[in-house]
């Protein structure tokens, strides 16, 4: 079935730092791909997405683009903020088609150091 | 505006009792879909409704039911509880049945089984 792999973390950055997390995916068809966020005692937010092969997706300072050739959706932002700090998810959508569906990976925790 | 509303936000149970956890929707969503998010794990998808009706159902034993109510709001139930049901429920809604766009998720109902 369909999967989401990411890096495991936590990852630890100073305020400043490039930050990259690593998604790849398995799925069968051609599902859109998200980056999820969970700030701390908060819900999880949409950070970003895209939907079909090449699209970037991008949002407060964040981008992922879909590589179709890599099954990837790596997400990296050009300068960390400590208040960037949180639990960030990749998550496909389910490619049979037929509901909202979201498979998630485990999520990687970004702590960001002043 | 109101977003999804999750109650009770935390709750603790004993093996074998039963427990009804409940969603309001963002007004005008019509689809509510469930998460497990068990520590450490991203969430789990347990169950879609739209429109009253069951839209899609993970892989998840028949302990676990829900329904939704003509006002939109649902509710997520599970009998004989084990331990190995502690987790965060998370419930999500949407304005559409499949994954066009993004899913709005509200903060949570931790259940924690003794």
């Known amino acids: 079935g369909d999967s989401v792999t990411q890096m495991e973390g936590p990852v630890t950055l100073s305020e400043e730092a490039f930050l990259t997390i690593n998604c790849t995916y398995t799925a069968t068809g051609y599902p859109s791909l998200f980056w999820y966020v969970q700030y701390p005692g908060e819900g999880l937010q949409l950070l970003l997405k895209a939907t079909k092969a090449d699209d970037k997706g991008s949002n407060k300072g964040f981008e992922a683009t879909y590589r179709k050739e890599t099954t990837s959706f790596h997400l990296e932002k050009g300068s960390v903020q400590v208040s960037d700090s949180a639990v960030y998810f990749c998550?496909?959508?389910?490619?049979?088609?037929?509901?909202?569906?979201?498979?998630f990976g485990t999520g990687t925790l970004l702590a960001v150091q002043p | 505006d109101a977003g999804v509303t999750q109650s009770p936000t935390h709750l603790i149970k004993t093996r074998g009792q039963h427990v009804t956890l409940r969603c309001s929707p963002i007004?005008?969503?019509?689809?509510v879909s469930w998460y497990q998010q068990v520590l450490g794990q991203g969430p789990q998808f347990i169950f879609q409704y739209y429109e009253k009706e069951e839209r899609g159902r993970g892989n998840f034993p028949d302990r676990f039911s829900a329904r939704q109510f003509p006002n939109y709001s649902s509710e997520l139930n599970v009998n004989a509880l084990l331990l190995g049901d502690s987790a965060l429920y998370l419930c999500a809604s949407s304005s559409e049945t499949v994954n066009t766009g993004e899913l709005f998720f509200g903060e949570g109902s931790r259940l924690t089984v003794l």
């Open positions: 007004s005008g969503h019509k689809s």
């Open positions: 998550a496909l959508s389910d490619s049979s088609g037929a509901t909202n569906k979201l498979i």
